[in-house]
């Protein structure tokens, strides 16, 4: 039987039950049908949300447009404010809790790409004390890192007023180890922090199998 939200009594609606007694007092497929606002023809807002849900339990998959949009029920717009609702909460926990000390506290904000088809270089922002203030795809698809420019590196981390950067990349080939390519463009990043007074504190590179780290190698 379809549950639909007029159906429910007041006080035990999504959004008045997050106003009363906070989110964390909600299922996550309630917290799902606040983003969704309404089902669609033949399924309410919960089947949908419960079908959100399984979709990505099942297949294990980062949140992303296409998978939304693959379940019935979820058109464009909606699952595009899924996403900006999920990126948007992931920035904000960073910005609160990521403190990076060694190359491990790193790994938990980067891991994500591992296992990409295509090679993703990320930049990841950090104030004085080391807290990451963000963290951003600069690219995607390149054929190598030495397609990667200075420019669009650092123009997210200036806006941030970063004081450090740590930049990282997936090789989707498996293979953990540096290219010559890698090493030239993480030596151009280097000398565009100096001049820009934004330190470039390591290059990663991750696969499936694990992670190295340039500066540890010593060749930055």
Do not use: W
Request: hydrophobic share 40%; with cysteine.
């Amino acid at each position: 039987m379809r549950k639909r939200i007029r159906d429910i009594p007041n006080f035990d609606r999504p959004r008045e039950k997050l106003a009363a007694k906070g989110p964390e007092a909600l299922s996550d497929s309630e917290l799902l049908a606040i983003l969704l606002g309404s089902g669609v023809k033949g399924k309410d807002v919960f089947q949908v949300a419960r079908a959100i849900l399984r979709k990505l339990d099942r297949d294990k998959k980062k949140v992303d447009v296409k998978t939304l949009v693959s379940i019935e029920g979820v058109g464009f717009a909606k699952a595009c404010q899924i996403v900006a609702s999920f990126e948007f909460a992931r920035r904000r926990l960073l910005k609160e809790s990521t403190f990076v000390q060694k190359t491990e506290d790193i790994l938990p904000l980067i891991s994500y790409i591992a296992d990409k088809k295509q090679e993703h270089f990320l930049c990841i922002s950090l104030n004085g004390a080391n807290e990451v203030i963000g963290n951003r795809v600069v690219t995607v698809g390149l054929l190598n890192t030495n397609q990667v420019h200075p420019r669009e590196v650092f123009v997210d981390a200036i806006s941030d007023r970063a004081a450090s950067i740590i930049v990282a990349h997936n090789h989707p080939s498996g293979i953990l180890k540096p290219s010559p390519d890698d090493i030239v463009t993480t030596r151009q990043l280097v000398e565009a922090g100096k001049i820009l007074g934004i330190s470039v504190l390591d290059h990663i590179i991750v696969t499936k199998k694990g992670h190295l780290s340039l500066k540890e190698r010593g060749l930055m």
